[in-house]
């Protein structure tokens, strides 16, 4: 099955290149894209544990999904990533 999730503070390719580096590592995602000027997340999944899965390791990452809360905490772990994914 097919999903697209909306996420904030995806601003950049260094977003971009973390989100797709970490969401690989769980089994069962398969054909990750990004864009960026959607901020949208896309991707393929056999259950709702996986979808459930990529949503809370979105939310670590400090990329909550456009129904959580987006705190200043989201904020800063987001531009930590993107700066990680930079390099």
């Known amino acids: 099955m097919k999903t697209s999730i909306i996420v904030q503070n995806l601003k950049c390719g260094g977003c971009a290149n973390t989100i797709t580096s970490k969401l690989s590592e769980i089994n069962n995602v398969l054909d990750l894209k990004i864009d960026i000027d959607e901020s949208k997340v896309s991707f393929n999944y056999k259950n709702e544990v ?16 456009i129904e959580d809360i987006n705190s200043l905490t989201s904020k800063a772990k ?10």
């Open 50 to 65: 996986d979808v459930l899965a990529v949503k809370d390791k979105l939310k670590t990452l400090g990329y909550p999904s």
């Open 78 to 87: 987001s531009f930590v990533s993107c700066a990680i994914g930079k390099f």
